[in-house]
Every structure is written in structure tokens, then in C-alpha cells.
């Protein structure tokens, strides 16, 4: 009896000095951590990192970067059933612990003491909010010590509600998903206050294994993982058998869901984001920053298709390069090779990769996948001339069997009125931009055929020859030093010697004829090369560059010679866009800007621009850069080269207040269309990165013009046309398109009475607001004089 008193005397003295050796080594282990623990007081203030969208002029969402998606929820919109499938999964002590649950850490002791390994970590739902947001996730001993400290000091500053929210916001569930609000949305479509039970059970299941036991990737596992859940929520009252055996039958049902918002303006979206780099740093990423563009969706659409659709014509014109690639060994419905045979080849916009899978005479059958098959008959494949290595095309195709064999792989896309049609991916490029005339906004903007395809932005970075596309400048600055639109220029060959030029240089027209005594006006519509430089050789080069410059052209993209008349110096179609919105606006110089606003994450306004604008009165004016009587008549001639000129495809779309110049550099390297409306100004451009050539008869009028015309129709579409006001100082007068003289000894009496009683100079600037027919008769066409 005495001894077994002893043996109770010396395990209480033990069970006290283990406590007491316990407790000092907790305390010495407290002052030493001490010191390096955050401040848990931070969690008040809580910045969840959420990712930078962006936004169009209507608000949908184009584009957002960040890895981490998240939707913070309050803890008061959280339902029941969540958190208790999460304390069920996770902490089933958490109402009754400090933040520590000291049985959960004394099984993780003894299972590392049996096996050697850390499989439990004993981590409490405060333990996991002091690591997610006060420590790094590796896992050691020296960070468990301090996840158990900060544990204990969360529990005795903020609520267990204030935890719980912390915790369902934070923690990661698979595929970018950071919290249940974005988990929610993610897996199900759904806000956390739409999920049926088995739902929630679901989410409650991630945190252990988010990326493997998610119900996308592993829906097996999900269910296992699901009813683990379900089945702790019963066993501690949480729902009822009948709920039970309810979510329990349930399927695991699920697919990732992709915020709304548009496959659009990929290449706008990447301005946005390198700006936002340069305002604001690393925070762009993780500041929930909402940017909302100047893009106006519909238009953005429209200019996405404009481009691709002028690369497939240009495409086709120049023959079928072949399959992307062949099967060997072709099996007849075998629909699950034929899949496989799809994912290797690469998907871009609007092109649709299919397998051969049947050729008859005239139309072939391709599958899709998806156990869908379309049928390309011989309108859709016809064009398919096969293109030779040194880029002729060999004869064109009578049966379907010339241009493909059974188990190609191929594109094919779909056009309008719904008809698949064989295709291939353009080595051709091209590029749209469009400006608001008045302020500048970028309402549409396309620097490539596909942003997967290639990520430069040729609206942007590209730096092109003009092209012909310059020689409106020069028309401008004549008519301001006193030429006139009817002013007579010799359209005759002409020889620059090497003294001039450095080497000798024969420039000649397009056409290689010459017309003899040209008006401007005419000189200006059919793109006359050799009218251009010796107006530019009277005017001056200097007094030239002098006004690119005023159109915002930098001085070092000029050059200092004759070939200027060509446009052989450098510009985007973004600086092209800005030099042709003058010519809409009335005169002024305009700034394109595409950010409209910035708002942070709260909804707070942190940036509105304020652009300068064509307006009376306003606060931020643009500055006028030509008079408005010369504009009127330079307007005009613009106007010719539409109704009369080489850009008269414009006419299809059946407006008469559309003007602007077609550009062509040389060898044909390089396809400008550079037009507008008083609504709207747009610039497309077609070429080769290489600069290589385009080939014979591919100017802007084939090549630009038609992008630029899909666009505007779509894009005019139901706005009203717009002219220009006539300036006081304007007369109209009629000139012999023969001899460019007024029309009449009567006529030229007449209009010098008028101009003399109205101190009006008779021999200054001409335009016109009427001109010929596009038929052989000639009419006395209508000048306006000032």
C-alpha cells in the first residue's frame, strides 16, 4: 500500500514538473517567437488580392489578369449549411477552442511519432487563417510554433464570425479559385446562396486536395470526398437523415465557368495591362483596379471580323498551301482517333480545325469532333488553287480530290449566310483602328488576325510606309500656299540626277502612263506619283514636314527628300488614324486615348480622362491645325477619291459623306485604306511583317479598302450622314475638266464681278463639291473658290 502511495506521490510529482517544465518551455518558446510574429491586429484590414478587369465603354467585361480569382463574401451572406459543411470537413471544435484545438495537435504528435511522417498537421480553421494570411505555407516545425502563437492571439482579438469569414474568403479551391465566392461561381455557375446541399459539401471537400479533388478534374474523387462531408454533418446534427440520404443521391455535376466576358479586343486588353504596369506596378494584379476602355463592343466585333475576313480573301486570291497535316493511319469511324487526330492542331479565331474524313466529286466531308460532321461543298472549296514554292498557282481545281485526300487535317470557317468554306491561316497581315473624330476615343482596335497568333500590335508598334496615304498633307499645305484644287501640275516622267537624290531616280506613276497638265483635284483622286513630287518640289519639303508635324507625325519619321511625295516615310495605323481624323473633325488635332476610367475594386473613381475635344466652349479644346475654308476644300477632293477616284468600292456603301485616300508603297509591300465619315474615322492596313510583296494588283483599293468597307457598313449603319457647312468665303464655279480652265469667257467674267464686289481674291484656293460621272462623258465640273 505504502509503495503503490509512492508510485502515486512520484507520477503526481512527474505529471507537475512535466507541466511546469511545460509551461516554461512555452513561455521561453513565447519570448523567443515573439518578437518575429506579425501583427494580427492587419487582419482588420484586410485587402483581398483580386485581379485587374477590364471593361468596355458599356461595361461588359474583355479581359482580366490575375491568377487568383475572388469574389469576397460577408459573413452574413454566407448559408448555414456552407459553414457547417466546412466545420464538419475542417474543425468541428472551432465554437469551443482558443483558436488551438490542443486533441487535433496531440493526434498529429502521435501519428508523427508512429510513422516518422507529417500527415496531420492538427491545423484548426484559425490555424489556417493565421498561415494563409500571416505565413508562408512550408511546412516546419519552426512555422507550426508560430501558427499555434498567432492562433491564440486571432482567437482573443477578433470573433469566431470574424474568423469563420476570414477563413471562407482566403482559402484556395482549385483552378484560380480563392474562396467560396469564386469557387461557387467556378465549379457551379452559382453565388454561395444558390448551392444545394451536396453542393456545399462539394467545397467543404476541396481545401484538403483543391487541385486534384475538385469535382472538374476528379468528379470520382469528389464524390468520395462529398459524402465524407455529408456524412460528418450528420453525425453532428448539422442536417438530418433525409438531407442526408437526399444530397447524398445527388450526381456530381460540373464544369469550370468562365466570368462573362467577351473573346474581344485581346489586343486593347495588353495596352491596358502594360499602362496599368507603368501607373501602378506589381498592385495592378492584385488591387481588384476595374478599368473601363473606350472600345464600344459591337464595333470591336465588327473590326475583328472586317480584318479576318479581308486575310482570307487575300489568302485565297493567292492560292491553298495545303493541309496543316495528314493522318497515316486513317480509320474509318473512328471517332475517338479522330478527336485525338483534332487536338493537335492549333485553334485560332474564326478557323474551326477538321479531319477529312470523306471526298467525293465535288464537296468533301470533314469532322469537327464532338461527334459532329459538316459538309464544305464545291463553292467553299473551289478557290483552291494549289500555290506553288515560287508563289504562282498552278491550275485551278475541277474536283474536289485535287485539293485534299481523306484524312487531312484542315481549317474550314464559317461565312455569313452560313456556309463552311475550306480555309487556312493567313501568313498575310493586317491591322484596323477607329477613332471618335471629335475626342480621340479608340471605339475599335485590331493589330493582328489573332493575338494567339502573334501578340504585336500593329495598330500600335508597327512603324509602315504611308504610301499615298501621306500625299493629302502635301495637297494641304499646296492649297494654303496658294495653289488651288483646279491648279494645273505636269503628270510627265521626270529624272533625278545623282546630285539631287544620291542616286539617279525615275519615279513613275502605278500605271507607268502619264496624263499630261493635271488639275490637283484629279491628280489627288487617281493618286498621280509625279504630280505629288513636283508639287511637293514647289511647296518645299520643309514647309511639308513642317505640317506633319502639326498632324503629330514625328519629325524623325519624315524624311528630308522628294521620296516624302511617295510617302516613304514611317507611321502606324494609329498615327494615320490621328493625321485622317483631322479631315473629319474640321481641322483639328485630336489625341486617341482608350482609357475612359479607373475604378479600384470599391468602386471608388481613381482616374476619368478628359480629352481634348472639337467643341464651343470646352474646357480641354483641341487645337485647330488648318482653317476651316481650307479644310472644306480639302474635304472635297477627299471626297473625289471616293466618288471618282481609286477608293470608289467605298461607293457600295451607298453614302455620300465618305472620304479618304488609298495608300500603296512600293512593290506593293504595304495596303492602306485611311477614310471617314463625320461619325467616325478608321485606318486599315494589310502586309507581311517580312515587308515582303504582296504581289501584282494588291493596293490598298483591293487589298485595305474592303476590310475598311465591311467595318463602316456594320459600323454607319443607321447614322445619319453629316456634311460640312459651306464657308462664307466659298463660291462655286464651274471648270472644262479638259482644260481646267472656268468653263466659259462668260463664266470667268461673271465670277470675277462677284469676287471683286465681295473683296474676294479670284485666283486663291479651289475645290470641289460636285465632280464628273464615273462614265466616259465629261461635264463641266463644280469648283468652290475663297
Same mark, same amino acid.
Given at each position: 500500500?505504502?509503495?503503490?502511495?509512492?508510485?502515486?506521490?512520484?507520477?503526481?510529482?512527474?505529471?507537475?514538473?512535466?507541466?511546469?517544465?511545460?509551461?516554461?518551455?512555452?513561455?521561453?518558446?513565447?519570448?523567443?517567437?515573439?518578437?518575429?510574429?506579425?501583427?494580427?491586429?492587419?487582419?482588420?484590414?484586410?485587402?483581398?488580392?483580386?485581379?485587374?478587369?477590364?471593361?468596355?465603354?458599356?461595361?461588359?467585361?474583355?479581359?482580366?489578369?490575375?491568377?487568383?480569382?475572388?469574389?469576397?463574401?460577408?459573413?452574413?451572406?454566407?448559408?448555414?449549411?456552407?459553414?457547417?459543411?466546412?466545420?464538419?470537413?475542417?474543425?468541428?471544435?472551432?465554437?469551443?477552442?482558443?483558436?488551438?484545438?490542443?486533441?487535433?495537435?496531440?493526434?498529429?504528435?502521435?501519428?508523427? $511519432?508512429? &510513422?516518422?511522417?507529417? =500527415? %496531420?498537421?492538427?491545423?484548426?480553421?484559425?490555424? #489556417? +487563417? /493565421?498561415?494563409?494570411?500571416? !505565413?508562408?505555407?512550408?511546412?516546419?516545425?519552426?512555422?507550426?510554433?508560430?501558427?499555434?502563437?498567432?492562433?491564440?492571439?486571432?482567437?482573443?482579438?477578433?470573433?469566431?464570425?470574424?474568423?469563420?469569414?476570414?477563413?471562407?474568403?482566403?482559402?484556395?479551391?482549385?483552378?484560380?479559385?480563392?474562396?467560396?465566392?469564386?469557387? $461557387?461561381? &467556378?465549379?457551379?455557375? =452559382? %453565388?454561395?446562396?444558390?448551392?444545394?446541399?451536396? #453542393? +456545399? /459539401?462539394?467545397?467543404?471537400? !476541396?481545401?484538403?486536395?483543391?487541385?486534384?479533388?475538385?469535382?472538374?478534374?476528379?468528379?470520382?474523387?469528389?464524390?468520395?470526398?462529398?459524402?465524407?462531408?455529408?456524412?460528418?454533418?450528420?453525425?453532428?446534427?448539422?442536417?438530418?437523415?433525409?438531407?442526408?440520404?437526399?444530397?447524398?443521391?445527388?450526381?456530381?455535376?460540373?464544369?469550370?465557368?468562365?466570368?462573362? =466576358? %467577351?473573346?474581344?479586343?485581346?489586343?486593347?486588353?495588353?495596352?491596358?495591362?502594360?499602362?496599368?504596369?507603368?501607373?501602378?506596378?506589381?498592385?495592378?494584379?492584385?488591387?481588384?483596379?476595374?478599368?473601363?476602355?473606350?472600345?464600344?463592343?459591337?464595333?470591336?466585333?465588327?473590326?475583328?471580323?472586317?480584318?479576318?475576313?479581308?486575310?482570307?480573301?487575300?489568302?485565297?486570291?493567292?492560292?491553298?498551301?495545303?493541309?496543316?497535316?495528314?493522318?497515316?493511319?486513317?480509320?474509318?469511324?473512328?471517332?475517338?482517333?479522330?478527336?485525338?487526330?483534332?487536338?493537335?492542331?492549333?485553334?485560332?479565331?474564326?478557323?474551326?480545325?477538321?479531319?477529312?474524313?470523306?471526298?467525293?466529286?465535288?464537296?468533301?466531308?470533314?469532322?469537327?469532333?464532338?461527334?459532329?460532321?459538316?459538309?464544305?461543298?464545291?463553292?467553299?472549296?473551289?478557290?483552291?488553287?494549289?500555290?506553288?514554292?515560287?508563289?504562282?498557282?498552278?491550275?485551278?481545281?475541277?474536283?474536289?480530290?485535287?485539293?485534299?485526300?481523306?484524312?487531312?487535317?484542315?481549317?474550314?470557317?464559317?461565312?455569313?449566310?452560313?456556309?463552311?468554306?475550306?480555309?487556312?491561316?493567313?501568313?498575310?497581315?493586317?491591322?484596323?483602328?477607329?477613332?471618335?473624330?471629335?475626342?480621340?476615343?479608340?471605339?475599335?482596335?485590331?493589330?493582328?488576325?489573332?493575338?494567339?497568333?502573334?501578340?504585336?500590335?500593329?495598330?500600335?508598334?508597327?512603324?509602315?510606309?504611308?504610301?499615298?496615304?501621306?500625299?493629302?498633307?502635301?495637297?494641304?499645305?499646296?492649297?494654303?500656299?496658294?495653289?488651288?484644287?483646279?491648279?494645273?501640275?505636269?503628270?510627265?516622267?521626270?529624272?533625278?540626277?545623282?546630285?539631287?537624290?544620291?542616286?539617279?531616280?525615275?519615279?513613275?506613276?502605278?500605271?507607268?502612263?502619264?496624263?499630261?497638265?493635271?488639275?490637283?483635284?484629279?491628280?489627288?483622286?487617281?493618286?498621280?506619283?509625279?504630280?505629288?513630287?513636283?508639287?511637293?518640289?514647289?511647296?518645299?519639303?520643309?514647309?511639308?514636314?513642317?505640317?506633319?508635324?502639326?498632324?503629330?507625325?514625328?519629325?524623325?519619321?519624315?524624311?528630308?527628300?522628294?521620296?516624302?511625295?511617295?510617302?516613304?516615310?514611317?507611321?502606324?495605323?494609329?498615327?494615320?488614324?490621328?493625321?485622317?481624323?483631322?479631315?473629319?473633325?474640321?481641322?483639328?488635332?485630336?489625341?486617341?486615348?482608350?482609357?475612359?476610367?479607373?475604378?479600384?475594386?470599391?468602386?471608388?473613381?481613381?482616374?476619368?480622362?478628359?480629352?481634348?475635344?472639337?467643341?464651343?466652349?470646352?474646357?480641354?479644346?483641341?487645337?485647330?491645325?488648318?482653317?476651316?475654308?481650307?479644310?472644306?476644300?480639302?474635304?472635297?477632293?477627299?471626297?473625289?477619291?471616293?466618288?471618282?477616284?481609286?477608293?470608289?468600292?467605298?461607293?457600295?456603301?451607298?453614302?455620300?459623306?465618305?472620304?479618304?485616300?488609298?495608300?500603296?508603297?512600293?512593290?506593293?509591300?504595304?495596303?492602306?485604306?485611311?477614310?471617314?465619315?463625320?461619325?467616325?474615322?478608321?485606318?486599315?492596313?494589310?502586309?507581311?511583317?517580312?515587308?515582303?510583296?504582296?504581289?501584282?494588283?494588291?493596293?490598298?483599293?483591293?487589298?485595305?479598302?474592303?476590310?475598311?468597307?465591311?467595318?463602316?457598313?456594320?459600323?454607319?449603319?443607321?447614322?445619319?450622314?453629316?456634311?460640312?457647312?459651306?464657308?462664307?468665303?466659298?463660291e462655286d464655279v464651274e471648270i472644262d475638266p479638259d482644260t481646267g480652265l472656268l468653263a466659259s469667257e462668260f463664266a470667268t467674267k461673271?465670277?470675277?464681278?462677284?469676287?471683286?464686289?465681295?473683296?474676294?481674291?479670284?485666283?486663291?484656293?479651289?475645290?470641289?463639291?460636285?465632280?464628273?460621272?464615273?462614265?466616259?462623258?465629261?461635264?463641266d465640273e463644280l469648283e468652290s473658290l475663297f
Amino acid at each position: 500500500m505504502n509503495l503503490m502511495f509512492k508510485w502515486l506521490k512520484l507520477l503526481f510529482f512527474l505529471i507537475v514538473l512535466a507541466v511546469i517544465c511545460i509551461g516554461l518551455g512555452t513561455f521561453f518558446l513565447y519570448r523567443h517567437y515573439y518578437p518575429q510574429l506579425p501583427d494580427v491586429t492587419k487582419l482588420s484590414d484586410v485587402e483581398y488580392q483580386l485581379p485587374l478587369r477590364i471593361y468596355s465603354s458599356e461595361g461588359e467585361l474583355l479581359s482580366q489578369f490575375g491568377d487568383q480569382k475572388r469574389i469576397p463574401v460577408s459573413i452574413s451572406d454566407i448559408p448555414v449549411d456552407l459553414i457547417h459543411a466546412f466545420l464538419a470537413a475542417e474543425d468541428d471544435r472551432f465554437y469551443q477552442h482558443p483558436g488551438v484545438d490542443y486533441q487535433g495537435l496531440l493526434r498529429a504528435a502521435l501519428v508523427f $511519432a508512429r &510513422t516518422g511522417k507529417k =500527415k %496531420q498537421g492538427g491545423s484548426t480553421i484559425t490555424m #489556417q +487563417v /493565421a498561415r494563409n494570411y500571416l !505565413l508562408s505555407s512550408e511546412r516546419t516545425f519552426d512555422r507550426k510554433i508560430k501558427e499555434i502563437f498567432l492562433s491564440l492571439e486571432i482567437d482573443k482579438n477578433f470573433s469566431k464570425q470574424e474568423i469563420l469569414e476570414l477563413y471562407l474568403n482566403k482559402i484556395y479551391l482549385g483552378h484560380h479559385a480563392y474562396g467560396i465566392g469564386a469557387a $461557387a461561381y &467556378t465549379y457551379f455557375g =452559382k %453565388q454561395v446562396s444558390e448551392l444545394s446541399l451536396d #453542393q +456545399v /459539401a462539394i467545397l467543404a471537400g !476541396l481545401p484538403k486536395a483543391p487541385s486534384t479533388d475538385n469535382p472538374v478534374t476528379n468528379p470520382a474523387r469528389a464524390k468520395q470526398r462529398r459524402d465524407y462531408v455529408l456524412r460528418r454533418m450528420r453525425e453532428l446534427g448539422f442536417i438530418s437523415d433525409q438531407q442526408y440520404q437526399q444530397a447524398l443521391g445527388q450526381p456530381v455535376i460540373s464544369k469550370i465557368h468562365y466570368e462573362q =466576358k %467577351q473573346s474581344l479586343a485581346p489586343f486593347m486588353a495588353e495596352m491596358v495591362r502594360q499602362i496599368m504596369i507603368e501607373w501602378y506596378g506589381e498592385e495592378t494584379y492584385q488591387k481588384g483596379f476595374q478599368v473601363y476602355t473606350t472600345i464600344h463592343t459591337g464595333l470591336q466585333k465588327q473590326a475583328e471580323t472586317s480584318v479576318r475576313s479581308a486575310l482570307h480573301h487575300y489568302s485565297e486570291r493567292h492560292g491553298y498551301s495545303g493541309p496543316v497535316a495528314h493522318v497515316e493511319h486513317f480509320t474509318a469511324d473512328d471517332t475517338a482517333s479522330w478527336d485525338q487526330a483534332l487536338t493537335t492542331v492549333k485553334s485560332y479565331q474564326g478557323l474551326v480545325s477538321a479531319l477529312v474524313v470523306k471526298v467525293n466529286k465535288l464537296s468533301i466531308q470533314t469532322y469537327t469532333g464532338d461527334n459532329s460532321l459538316q459538309t464544305i461543298p464545291w463553292q467553299g472549296l473551289k478557290w483552291a488553287a494549289k500555290r506553288n514554292r515560287n508563289g504562282t498557282l498552278s491550275k485551278q481545281p475541277s474536283r474536289a480530290s485535287q485539293i485534299v485526300a481523306t484524312g487531312d487535317l484542315i481549317y474550314i470557317r464559317q461565312e455569313k449566310h452560313n456556309d463552311w468554306k475550306l480555309a487556312q491561316l493567313p501568313e498575310v497581315e493586317g491591322a484596323l483602328v477607329a477613332l471618335n473624330p471629335v475626342n480621340g476615343a479608340i471605339l475599335a482596335l485590331q493589330g493582328g488576325f489573332d493575338f494567339k497568333k502573334s501578340k504585336f500590335n500593329r495598330v500600335t508598334q508597327m512603324q509602315r510606309q504611308p504610301g499615298s496615304g501621306f500625299k493629302p498633307i502635301i495637297y494641304l499645305t499646296a492649297l494654303e500656299k496658294g495653289f488651288t484644287a483646279a491648279s494645273i501640275v505636269n503628270d510627265a516622267p521626270i529624272v533625278f540626277d545623282a546630285n539631287q537624290t544620291g542616286d539617279e531616280w525615275r519615279p513613275e506613276n502605278f500605271s507607268h502612263k502619264f496624263a499630261g497638265p493635271t488639275r490637283l483635284r484629279v491628280g489627288l483622286r487617281t493618286s498621280r506619283n509625279l504630280v505629288s513630287i513636283r508639287l511637293l518640289r514647289d511647296i518645299g519639303i520643309k514647309a511639308v514636314r513642317n505640317k506633319a508635324m502639326q498632324f503629330g507625325l514625328p519629325e524623325d519619321q519624315l524624311p528630308g527628300s522628294l521620296t516624302l511625295a511617295l510617302g516613304s516615310g514611317a507611321a502606324s495605323p494609329l498615327q494615320m488614324a490621328r493625321v485622317f481624323a483631322a479631315f473629319a473633325n474640321g481641322g483639328y488635332l485630336i489625341d486617341p486615348y482608350f482609357i475612359d476610367r479607373i475604378e479600384s475594386a470599391d468602386g471608388e473613381l481613381l482616374f476619368q480622362s478628359d480629352p481634348k475635344t472639337v467643341c464651343t466652349g470646352c474646357q480641354q479644346q483641341a487645337p485647330r491645325i488648318f482653317a476651316e475654308d481650307v479644310h472644306y476644300i480639302m474635304h472635297s477632293m477627299l471626297q473625289d477619291v471616293v466618288n471618282n477616284g481609286t477608293a470608289r468600292r467605298a461607293k457600295s456603301l451607298g453614302r455620300s459623306d465618305l472620304a479618304g485616300k488609298t495608300g500603296t508603297t512600293n512593290d506593293q509591300r504595304d495596303a492602306w485604306f485611311n477614310g471617314y465619315s463625320r461619325a467616325m474615322v478608321a485606318t486599315a492596313w494589310v502586309g507581311f511583317d517580312s515587308s515582303k510583296p504582296l504581289g501584282p494588283r494588291e493596293t490598298g483599293s483591293l487589298a485595305a479598302l474592303p476590310m475598311w468597307i465591311e467595318f463602316m457598313k456594320s459600323a454607319l449603319k443607321g447614322k445619319p450622314e453629316q456634311t460640312f457647312s459651306k464657308p462664307d468665303n466659298i463660291e462655286d464655279v464651274e471648270i472644262d475638266p479638259d482644260t481646267g480652265l472656268l468653263a466659259s469667257e462668260f463664266a470667268t467674267k461673271t465670277i470675277r464681278e462677284i469676287f471683286r464686289s465681295q473683296n474676294k481674291p479670284v485666283d486663291y484656293a479651289v475645290s470641289a463639291s460636285k465632280t464628273t460621272t464615273d462614265s466616259e462623258e465629261k461635264h463641266d465640273e463644280l469648283e468652290s473658290l475663297f
